[in-house]
C-alpha cells in the first residue's frame, strides 16, 4: 500500500460533508488490493487511524458487500461529531466524559439552531389542523 492516496483521503471525506459511506470492497480496492482478509482489513485500519479517520463499525468486517461510515476525527464538521459519539459509546467512563459529553451538547445544540427553521416550519405544517374539505363554489355569474 502507498500512503499517497490514503493521504489524499481525509480531503475526499471532508467534500462530503466529514462522512462517507463506503463498501469494504471499496476500501480494499482503495487498498489496493483484491480481497478483504484480515491482514488486509488490519492495514487498512491502520491506514486510517493515521490519516485520522475513524469508521463505524469500530472493526472493519472482511465481507466485501458490508458498509462502514467512514469520518474525519479532527475536522469541526460532522465527522468531528460522529467521533465524539464513537468515544462516548464505547470508551469507559473517565476524567473526560463529562467534557465530552458538554462538548457533544454544544456541538448538536449549534446544529439543531441550524436546522431550526426548516424544522419549526416542518412540524407546523405536519402537525397543523388541515382545513376541512368544503364543496367548489360556483363563481360564474348566474343570468
Known sequence: MTAQPWDKLPALIDFEGGFSLWDVERLVRFAGSERAGARIIERIEQQ??????????????????????????????????????????????????SATVCQLKMLLGGISEAYQPNAQRDAVAR????????????KRVQP
Open 48 to 97: 486510517l487511524a493515521e490519516n485520522n479517520i475513524g469508521h463505524l463499525p469500530t472493526k472493519l468486517p472482511t465481507d466485501g458487500t458490508c458498509r462502514v461510515l467512514l469520518y474525519n476525527r479532527d475536522r469541526p464538521n460532522l465527522g468531528f461529531v460522529l467521533r465524539l459519539v464513537h468515544d462516548l459509546a464505547t470508551q469507559e467512563a473517565n476524567d473526560n466524559t
Open 127 to 138: 402537525y397543523a389542523p388541515q382545513p376541512e374539505a368544503t364543496a367548489p363554489v360556483d
